[in-house]
């Protein structure tokens, strides 16, 4: 089974930044895309931001210009810096990753999710 952890939430400051982690483990073959999805109380989930393989990037509009996303796929580890922090940014952050269990199955796997809150 594929496992997806998140680490480095917390409570941070208007115009702080924290980093959050996701290390993926299990049996798998690869990786393909991974991302960050937030999701605040009462609200959907909203994406925050993706990147390939590759190192292609997407980031949410919301997010644009403060956060970046990363991974090291030797490691099968992503981050994503998160800078000038608004209140607005206060969610649970969920780890994405289409993992390629074998050569023809792939899976959305997710993991728990960590809390970022964003508050003086």
């Known amino acids: 089974q594929v496992q997806l952890v998140e680490s480095g939430g917390g409570l941070v400051q208007p115009g702080g930044s924290l980093r959050l982690s996701c290390a993926v483990s299990g049996r798998f073959s690869g990786i393909n895309v991974m991302g960050w999805y937030r999701q605040a109380p009462g609200k959907e989930r909203e994406l925050v931001a993706t990147i390939t393989r590759g190192g292609s990037t997407n980031y949410g509009d919301a997010v644009k210009g403060r956060f970046t996303i990363s991974r090291d796929n030797a490691k099968n580890t992503m981050d994503l810096q998160m800078n000038s922090l608004k209140s607005e940014d206060t969610a649970v952050y969920f780890c994405?990753?289409?993992?390629?269990?074998?050569?023809?199955?792939?899976?959305?796997?997710w993991g728990q999710g960590t809390q970022v809150t964003v508050s003086s």
């Open positions: 994405y990753a289409d993992v390629l269990r074998t050569a023809w199955s792939r899976q959305d796997s």
